[in-house]
C-alpha cells in the first residue's frame, strides 16, 4: 500500500496527534462564516505556509466549503517546489499518513482521473518532498474525518488549464459531490526573493498589488492567463495550482471567484513584532468558487 508520510510535521504544523489536533482544532474554530455567499460551492484555493502565518486561511477555505456541503471526497491541487512535477501528478491509492493517523485516497476517483486524460498520471513520488498539500491535511481530518481524498501535483505550464478541464469533466460527469482545492502562495518578496517594491512597508504595498494582478484573474476564472502572469509578475508559486482549479472549477459550473479574506506574512509577523526588522512579505488568500 501507498503511505506517504508526513516532512513538515515539527515545522509547518505541530508533529505530536494532541497538539496538531488542538492547534487545527482552534484555526478552524476562529472561522467565522460569511453569510452572504452562494450556497453552491465548487472548489476553493488556500495557502501553504507553516500554519502560524496562512493556517487561518486555509481554514477559511476549508470550512466555508464544508458548510456549503459537506466535504466527503476533496481533489488537491498542490504546487511544485521541488521540480517533481511534468504532468498531472495523481497519487492513486494508499493513505496519507500525519501525526492523527491516515487518510485514505479515493482510488476509485484517482483511477478515473488516470484513465480520462493523458496530461494525468499515476506517479506518488512526485509528491514525497511536496508540503503544499500536506499542510491542508489535518486540517481536513479535523474538519471532516470520514473524508478521502485524491492529491494531484500541478506543474506551472500550460499544461495546468488542460488538466483542470479534464479533472471537472470527470468530477461533473461522474463524482458531483467531490471539490477541488488548490494550494498556492502568491508573491514572495524580500529575505531570500527580489525587493523589486522596496523595503519594508513599501515591499508590503507592492505585494499586496502584485497579488491583486493575480486575484482578479482567479475572480475572473481567466484559468488560461494565470500562468503567464505568475511568470511575468512572480506572484504565485503554484500557478500551475491555480490554473487547474479555476479551469476544473468553471469546467463544474463556477462562474466566478470570490475572495474571502487576504493577508500576508508582513502584516501578520508585524502585527505581533511591530519592530521585527525581518520584511519579507508573502501573500496569501482564501478563495471559494461559486
Not at 491516515?102 to 486524460?117: E, G, K, M, R, W
Not at 500536506?134 to 474538519?143: A, K, S
Not at 481524498?149 to 505550464?157: E, H, L, M, R, T
Not at 499544461?159 to 479533472?167: F, N, Q, R
Request: net charge negative; charged share 15%; proline share 6%.
Amino acid at each position: 500500500m501507498n503511505i506517504r508520510q508526513p516532512i513538515r510535521a515539527g515545522s509547518f504544523y505541530e508533529a505530536s496527534a494532541a497538539s496538531c489536533k488542538h492547534h487545527a482544532a482552534k484555526l478552524l474554530d476562529s472561522v467565522t462564516l460569511r453569510d452572504d455567499l452562494p450556497s453552491r460551492l465548487y472548489g476553493g484555493l488556500l495557502p501553504h505556509a507553516g500554519w502560524m502565518y496562512s493556517g487561518a486561511l486555509a481554514a477559511e477555505t476549508l470550512k466555508t466549503l464544508h458548510a456549503a456541503q459537506p466535504l466527503e471526497t476533496i481533489v488537491l491541487l498542490g504546487a511544485d517546489h521541488v521540480g517533481l512535477v511534468s504532468q498531472g501528478e495523481v497519487y492513486p491509492s494508499g493513505v496519507w499518513r500525519t501525526p492523527m493517523g491516515d487518510v485514505p485516497v479515493n482510488q476509485q476517483l484517482a483511477s478515473a482521473l488516470i484513465d480520462s486524460a493523458d496530461c494525468l498520471r499515476a506517479n506518488p513520488e512526485a509528491h514525497s518532498r511536496e508540503h503544499s498539500l500536506e499542510v491542508q491535511v489535518p486540517l481536513i481530518q479535523v474538519l471532516a474525518p470520514e473524508a478521502q481524498i485524491v492529491p494531484i501535483a500541478v506543474p506551472p505550464s500550460e499544461s495546468a488549464t488542460e488538466i483542470g478541464k479534464a479533472i471537472g469533466r470527470v468530477l461533473a460527469e461522474q463524482f458531483p459531490n467531490a471539490c477541488v482545492i488548490g494550494s498556492t502562495d502568491l508573491t514572495h518578496h524580500g529575505g531570500h526573493f527580489p525587493t523589486p517594491g522596496g523595503h519594508g512597508k513599501a515591499g508590503e504595498q507592492y505585494t499586496r498589488a502584485n497579488d491583486r494582478r493575480m486575484l482578479d484573474l482567479v475572480e475572473a476564472l481567466d484559468a488560461e492567463a494565470v500562468v503567464s502572469e505568475s511568470a511575468a509578475h512572480q506572484n504565485a508559486c503554484g500557478a500551475g495550482a491555480i490554473a487547474a482549479t479555476v479551469a476544473a472549477c468553471k469546467q463544474m459550473g463556477a462562474t466566478r471567484g470570490i475572495c474571502l479574506h487576504y493577508t500576508n506574512s508582513y502584516c501578520i509577523v508585524h502585527s505581533l513584532y511591530p519592530d521585527e526588522a525581518d520584511d519579507t512579505t508573502v501573500g496569501y488568500a482564501a478563495v471559494v468558487f461559486a
